[in-house]
C-alpha cells in the first residue's frame, strides 16, 4: 500500500508541476494577444468584423492576429478595464465611460475623442421601444412609459452604457414637453422608473428578460438590439416602435495607449478601429442595425430600415458627457434621488 | 430494515399506534410533498436541461463542442480543476491534521476561518482579490509595473477558486480524524516509523476514503463555481472563461442549445460526482462515519 501510495503521490505530484507549465505558457501567451472590451449588444457586430479585419490585416503585413472579445455592461467593463484588465483597445456605449478610464488610470489621455473622427464614433444608434406584436399597451411616445400599470424594462444606469442613454432620451422628452422645466422632468423620468420592476446590469440583460423571459410592457433598447431581437425570435412576436424624439447615441471607441504601447500592440490596435471607418466595416455595421457614420459605404437595404427620428444629443442637451455624467448618474445624483424616493414611498 | 419489520409486526398484534408515530396519512402525505418537491426543484429542471440540449437534435448538440471558445471554456475549468483541487488537498490535510491531533491556542478561531468560504457570498471572495490584486488595489500598482497579471487572468480564477472551494476536504477529513484520534499514530511512532512513514503508512490509508470524499465534493465545486470566478475573470473569450460562465454568454447571446449543451457536460460532471459518492458512502460507510454523521 504504501510504495502505491508514494508512486500515487508522485503522480499528483507531477500532474500539479504539468498543470504549472500549462499555466505559465498559457500567461505568456496571453501578452501577444490582442483584446478589444466592448459593451454588451456588440457581440454580433465584432464577431463579425474581427474576421475581416483579419483578413485585412493579413493581406496588408502578412502577420496573423487574434482577436480576443469581452462584453458585459458598459460601466462595469470600463471598471474592469481601470482594475486592471489588458485591454488593447475599448469600444464602449458611451464616451463617459472611457473619460472613466482616462480619469482614474491614466490609461488613455484625457483628449483621447478628438483622436477619431465624429466624436470617435464609428458608427451610432438611439434608443426605441420595444413591445410585443401587436402592440397591446398601444405604446407610442415616452409619455406612455409613465403611465401608472405600465412595466418597462430598462437595464440598471449605474452599470450599463445602454441604461443611461435610456434615461437621457427619456429626460430629453421631459424637458421638451415640460419646457425646460427640471423638477416637472424629474417627476415623469421618476414616473417610468417606477415602471420598472427589473433592473438587469446591462442590455443584453434586459432584453433577455423581455423576450426570453417574457417579463414587461415595453423593453427601453438599443436600435440595434432590438433589430436583433426581432431577428432572433421572430418577426412575429415583436415590433418594434419609434418615438418622435429620441437621443443620438454615439458609442465611442479608443486605444488604451498604455496596455497597448506595453504589449507592443500600438500599431495593430490603430489599425483595429480605423478599420472601422473603412467601407467594408460600415457595411458590416449597418448589417448588423448600427447607424454607420459613412452610410454611403452600406447596402442601400440595411440603411432603409433605420426610421427617421428627431434626434436630441448629449452635448446640446445636456452640455456633454462628464456634465450628464455628474449631474445625473454620480453618486448621489439625480437617478439616486428618484430611486431614493422611490424606496422611501 | 428491521425496526420497520417489527413495528409491522406490532401493529398487525394491536390494533393501535404508538403515540411516538404519526399515522400513516401524515407520513404519506410527508413522503409525497419531500418527492414532489424534489420532483419539481430538482429533477425538472435537471430534465430541462437535457431536453434543451438536444431539442434540435443530436447534431447541434455536438457542434457546440466544436466551437474554440467552448473547447478553451472547458480546458481552462479542467486546468483550474488541476491547480486548485491538489493546493485544497494539501491545505485541507495539513489544516485537518493539526486540528484534529493537536491542541493548541486558537485553534477554534482555525476552524472559524476554515468555515469562513462557506459563509462569505462568492462574488465578495471575487471583489476582495480585485480589492486586493486590481489596478486600483493594494498590490495592483507593483504587480502591474512587474508585468504579473493576477486578475482578468488564470492566476486569479485559480485563487478564486481555490478560496471558495478551501473548506470542502478540511471539512470531510476534521470529524474523521479527531474520531480516529493519535492512538495509532503514536503506536507507529513508538515502534520506530519516521513522521513521513507514519502518515503514509497509518493515517493515509485510515483517512483514505474521507479524503476521496473531500476531494470529489472539492473538485464538482472547483468546475462549477460561477459568482467568484464571474467577478476576476473579466471574460475574454477563448481566454478567461470557465464553462459556467461560456455557459451564460452563449445564453445571452441566444444559443439556447450550446449553452444546454454546456450545461449537460456540467450536468453530467454532478451526477458521475454523485455516483461516486453515493458508491463511497454505501461501499464505506465505516472509514467514512465520522464525516457521513455529519450529512
Redesign the interface.
Given at each position: 500500500?504504501?510504495e502505491n501510495?508514494?508512486k500515487r503521490?508522485g503522480l499528483?505530484i507531477l500532474?500539479?508541476l504539468v498543470?504549472?507549465m500549462?499555466?505559465a505558457s498559457?500567461?505568456s501567451q496571453?501578452?501577444q494577444?490582442f483584446?478589444n472590451v466592448s459593451y454588451d449588444p456588440t457581440?454580433?457586430l465584432y464577431k463579425a468584423i474581427n474576421p475581416a479585419f483579419v483578413a485585412d490585416w493579413k493581406a496588408k503585413t502578412g502577420e496573423t492576429v487574434e482577436i480576443?472579445?469581452?462584453?458585459?455592461g458598459s460601466g462595469a467593463q470600463a471598471r474592469?478595464v481601470?482594475?486592471?484588465?489588458?485591454a488593447d483597445v475599448v469600444t464602449l456605449a458611451l464616451a463617459a465611460d472611457i473619460d472613466a478610464i482616462a480619469s482614474?488610470?491614466g490609461k488613455i489621455p484625457v483628449d483621447w475623442q478628438k483622436r477619431r473622427p465624429n466624436n470617435s464614433s464609428p458608427y451610432t444608434s438611439t434608443i426605441v421601444f420595444l413591445v410585443r406584436k401587436g402592440n397591446p399597451r398601444a405604446m407610442k411616445d415616452w409619455d406612455d412609459l409613465s403611465r401608472p400599470g405600465v412595466a418597462v424594462i430598462t437595464p440598471n444606469p449605474k452599470t450599463s452604457g445602454g441604461a443611461r442613454w435610456n434615461y437621457l432620451a427619456a429626460w430629453g422628452y421631459g424637458l421638451k414637453k415640460f419646457g425646460g422645466d427640471e423638477a416637472k422632468t424629474k417627476d415623469f423620468v421618476r414616473a417610468i422608473y417606477k415602471n420598472a420592476p427589473v433592473m438587469d446590469t446591462g442590455a443584453?440583460?434586459s432584453t433577455?428578460t423581455f423576450a426570453?423571459r417574457g417579463i414587461g410592457d415595453v423593453l427601453l433598447a438599443w436600435e440595434n438590439e432590438a433589430f436583433l431581437a426581432l431577428k432572433?425570435?421572430g418577426a412575429d412576436k415583436f415590433e418594434i416602435v419609434t418615438p418622435p424624439q429620441s437621443i443620438l447615441a454615439e458609442p465611442p471607441v479608443a486605444v488604451v495607449d498604455a496596455n497597448a504601447d506595453?504589449k507592443g500592440n500600438r500599431q495593430l490596435a490603430e489599425a483595429y478601429l480605423d478599420f472601422l471607418y473603412s467601407p467594408p466595416a460600415q457595411a458590416i455595421i449597418a448589417r448588423n442595425f448600427y447607424r454607420p457614420v459613412h452610410p454611403e459605404y452600406a447596402s442601400k437595404d440595411d440603411i432603409k430600415k433605420f426610421a427617421k427620428i428627431d434626434f436630441i444629443t448629449v452635448d446640446k442637451t445636456f452640455g456633454g458627457w462628464t456634465a450628464a455624467q455628474k449631474k445625473h448618474f454620480a453618486d448621489g445624483g439625480i437617478f439616486d434621488e428618484i430611486q431614493k424616493q422611490e424606496l422611501t414611498r | 430494515m428491521s425496526e420497520i419489520a417489527i413495528t409491522s409486526a406490532y401493529e398487525r398484534r394491536a390494533k393501535y399506534r404508538p403515540v411516538t408515530e404519526d399515522s400513516p396519512l401524515a407520513r404519506y402525505a410527508l413522503i409525497a410533498t419531500a418527492v414532489l418537491f424534489l420532483a419539481v426543484f430538482l429533477l425538472a429542471p435537471l430534465a430541462i436541461v437535457f431536453v434543451e440540449a438536444f431539442s434540435k437534435g443530436i447534431e447541434p448538440f455536438l457542434a457546440a463542442f466544436d466551437d474554440p471558445d467552448a473547447l478553451a471554456a472547458i480546458r481552462l475549468t479542467l486546468?483550474v480543476a488541476?491547480?486548485a483541487v491538489?493546493a485544497n488537498?494539501v491545505f485541507g490535510l495539513a489544516a485537518s491534521w493539526s486540528v484534529a491531533k493537536f491542541s493548541f491556542p486558537g485553534k477554534s478561531v482555525l476552524v472559524t476561518l476554515i468555515d469562513l468560504p462557506f459563509s462569505v457570498s462568492p462574488v465578495v471572495v471575487g471583489l476582495v482579490y480585485?480589492l486586493v490584486?486590481?489596478?486600483?488595489?493594494l498590490f495592483?500598482p507593483w504587480?502591474?509595473a512587474h508585468?504579473v497579471?493576477i486578475?482578468?487572468?488564470?492566476?486569479g480564477i485559480?485563487l478564486a477558486t481555490i478560496f471558495v472551494t478551501f473548506p470542502f476536504v478540511a471539512r470531510e477529513l476534521i470529524p474523521l480524524m479527531q474520531e480516529q484520534g493519535k492512538v495509532e499514530e503514536e503506536a507507529a511512532l513508538t515502534l520506530g516509523a519516521s513522521g513521513f512513514?507514519t502518515f503514509?503508512?497509518v493515517t493515509?490509508?485510515n483517512i483514505k476514503w474521507g479524503l476521496l470524499y473531500g476531494v470529489l465534493l472539492c473538485n464538482a465545486r472547483a468546475m462549477g463555481e460561477f459568482g467568484a470566478v464571474s467577478v476576476i475573470s473579466?471574460?475574454?473569450?477563448?481566454?478567461t472563461n470557465t464553462i459556467p460562465l461560456q455557459v451564460e454568454?452563449l445564453?445571452?447571446?441566444?444559443n439556447n442549445v450550446a449553452a444546454f449543451a454546456l450545461a449537460v457536460l456540467l450536468a453530467g460532471l454532478a451526477l458521475v460526482t454523485l455516483g461516486l459518492k453515493t458508491f463511497l458512502e454505501w461501499r464505506h460507510a465505516d472509514a467514512l462515519s465520522g464525516s457521513v454523521r455529519r450529512h
Open positions: 500500500m504504501s501510495l508514494q503521490l499528483g500532474g500539479g498543470a504549472l500549462m499555466l498559457a500567461h496571453a501578452g494577444t483584446l457581440r454580433e480576443q472579445a469581452s462584453h458585459g474592469a481601470i482594475e486592471g484588465l489588458n482614474k488610470s443584453r440583460g433577455i426570453q432572433e425570435f506595453a | 486546468l488541476a491547480l491538489p488537498l480585485v490584486f486590481g489596478g486600483q488595489g495592483g504587480l502591474a508585468g497579471q486578475i482578468f487572468a488564470v492566476p485559480v512513514k503514509l503508512t493515509l490509508p473579466g471574460h475574454i473569450r477563448g481566454l454568454i445564453y445571452n447571446e441566444y
